[in-house]
């Protein structure tokens, strides 16, 4: 999926390139670190949204969250190279940090919103 993202104008850098060969590098280095280097996080892990909302919030980091983890690399990749323009819209539009779910059919479905004074869950 990476050179399939990349080729539709992603800038991806993959968790094996930036982790190398480490194992169980859990979600609240990764986020910081996204939050660091202002990368966008993308993830199919549907519970991170909330399990780490305070690293999130903390982080000040986008986060992509896919519908599911079952569809596979290829049917994921065409989704989000037909999503692109929908989900750099909504980051665009919500200042970080936010989380961006994104659908089966190619298109942001929810945006959460965290912070004290704008903490909130867009269903679009």
Request: aromatic share 6%; glycine share 8%; hydrophobic share 40%.
């Given at each position: 999926?990476?050179l399939?993202?990349?080729?539709?104008?992603?800038?991806?850098?993959?968790?094996?390139?930036?982790?190398?060969?480490?194992?169980?590098?859990?979600?609240?280095?990764?986020?910081?670190?996204c939050?660091k280097?202002?990368?966008?996080?993308l993830?199919?892990?549907?519970?991170?949204?909330?399990?780490?909302?305070?690293?999130?919030?903390?982080?000040?980091?986008?986060?992509?969250?896919?519908a599911?983890?079952?569809?596979g690399?290829?049917?994921?990749?065409?989704?989000?190279?037909a999503?692109r323009?929908?989900?750099?819209?909504?980051?665009?539009?919500?200042?970080?940090?936010?989380?961006?779910?994104?659908?089966?059919?190619?298109?942001?479905?929810h945006v959460?919103l965290?912070?004290?004074?704008?903490?909130t869950?867009?269903?679009?």
């Open positions: 999926m990476p399939l993202l990349r080729r539709c104008g992603y800038k991806v850098v993959t968790h094996q390139k930036r982790y190398k060969k480490q194992q169980g590098v859990l979600d609240p280095p990764i986020i910081a670190d939050g280097v202002n990368h966008v996080l993830t199919a892990d549907g519970q991170l949204e909330t399990l780490w909302a305070v690293e999130i919030e903390q982080a000040r980091v986008a986060v992509v969250i896919l599911n983890n079952t569809d690399a290829k049917a994921w990749g065409k989704r989000l190279k999503g323009a929908d989900i750099l819209q909504r980051l665009r539009e919500h200042k970080k940090p936010c989380a961006l779910r994104f659908g089966v059919h190619g298109r942001v479905t959460r965290y912070g004290k004074r704008r903490a869950l867009i269903t679009l």
